[in-house]
């Protein structure tokens, strides 16, 4: 009987998965733990590693001597190894579009609470305070420039949403290429004139520590930066040190490193900074979907069929 190993579950219950995975008969394991030797000694007996969050390093893949698929829970790709899993003729599927809108919302809402206030008004409230003037200074957004990093599927349709408000809205993107409502500018630009600076390129080696010490001491002082990516993204400690120095007026972080953060350290701790947990992507809607064609793909290998979503070419 085929085996599909779960490196994680972090789903409540496993009705939806276990409705699609009766299709075919598989024996489903979930890892009691994600880090990589408990991984390596359950890899070594199954033909599909399912994983949300848990590193599939090289070293797991080594060991998946019978596995033919790898399924990323999601759409970034930075926990699993896919060039060493396509090197063993391995599938590695993701799902690319199932919180495309969520994202964008969240990080849309992360810019509002942070330009109105919101953060700082709600924690003056709970602590009794009724503090109009804390919030000041406070700008009109149509008056506000946003810097967009990465205009892919989330970038284009925050792009969107952003230019239908009527702000200025400044790209990078590798290809050079932007969408509509916004015009293409070097990073080192985008920082300079950005009164927010939204993080929504993945993680790679190229991209890992984008924005450090120097990004940061580009940037406005009275600027926000706003990160819904990956946490890889951004050095931490240059941010706690850029915030403690004044150089930027606060972020807001719904990917960290590692995650959980400890949230009793800046920057996280900072009362300037929000922090969301890895939320962006949630939404009922989102979730059901992310799950269902996971599940599915899983069952059309074990039944020697195409999975949809295949991001190593053919194998
Ligand atoms: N917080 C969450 O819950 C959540 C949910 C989904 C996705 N994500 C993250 O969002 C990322 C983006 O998702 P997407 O669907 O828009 O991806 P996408 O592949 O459609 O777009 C990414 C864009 O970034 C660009 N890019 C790559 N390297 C760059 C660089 N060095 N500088 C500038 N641009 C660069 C690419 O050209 C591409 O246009 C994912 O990789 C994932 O890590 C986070
Ligand atoms: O990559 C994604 O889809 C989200 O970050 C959730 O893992």
Redesign the pocket.
Known sequence: MPRALYTDYPWPNAALEQSILSQVDCEVVVAPAGDEETLIRLAADVDCIITCWAPVTARVIDAASHCRHIART???L?NIDVASATERGMIVTNV??Y??PE?AE?TLALLFALGRKIHVYYQLAQAGEYNRQAGMPMERMEDQTVGV???????SLVVERLAALGMRVLA????QQVPAGCEWCP?EQLLAESDYVLL?????D??AN?ISTAELKTMKPTAFLIN???GGLVDHQALAEALEAGEIAGAGL??QVPEPPDLSVPPYNDPRVIVTP????LSTRALHELRSRVAQQVVAVFKGETPECIVNGPT
């Open positions: 999601g759409i970034g930075d690319p579009d919180c495309i994202v969240h990093v990465g205009t892919g599927q989330i970038g990078n993107n590798r290809s990073l929504l390129c993945p993680l790679t190229e991209t984008l819904t990516s990956r719904d990917v890895h939320a962006a992507f």
